[in-house]
């Protein structure tokens, strides 16, 4: 059974820096897009970033780009969302998922079939 596990997790002042982690087991992880996703207390799933199999293409939301840095490890099977400059309003539970697509509406979520359990980013202000 496909199992992501996510960490990297925590509670960090606005302006700090977390390093996401995202593995995967029974999956062959290097066929697949992988996308970060978040959400907020009273607010819809957002969409992040979406790294494709490579690591070559990459896609950022625009509340964070320029400030979070999505790239992989296929030999070790893990994705990396390093977030820097961290703002109050990125605070939210953040999850990781397989997608066998990596296209422009990667945002939507829909394309992803194995999801992760979360890991909680706080930003203090």
């Known amino acids: 059974q496909v199992q992501f596990v996510e960490s990297g997790g925590g509670l960090v002042q606005a302006g700090g820096s977390l390093t996401l982690s995202c593995t995967a087991s029974e999956l062959k992880f290097e066929f697949y897009a992988v996308g970060w996703f978040r959400k907020a207390p009273g607010k819809g799933r957002e969409g992040v970033s979406s790294?494709?199999?490579?690591?070559?293409?990459?896609y950022y939301a625009d509340s964070v780009k320029g400030r979070f840095t999505a790239y992989r490890d296929n030999d070790k099977k893990i994705v990396y969302l390093q977030m820097n400059s961290l703002k109050p309003e990125d605070t939210a539970m953040y999850y990781c998922a397989a997608s066998e697509v990596h296209g422009d509406s990667w945002y939507e979520g829909t394309s992803y079939k194995y999801w992760g359990q979360g890991t909680q980013v706080t930003v203090s202000s």
């Open positions: 790294i494709n199999w490579s690591g070559q293409s990459t």
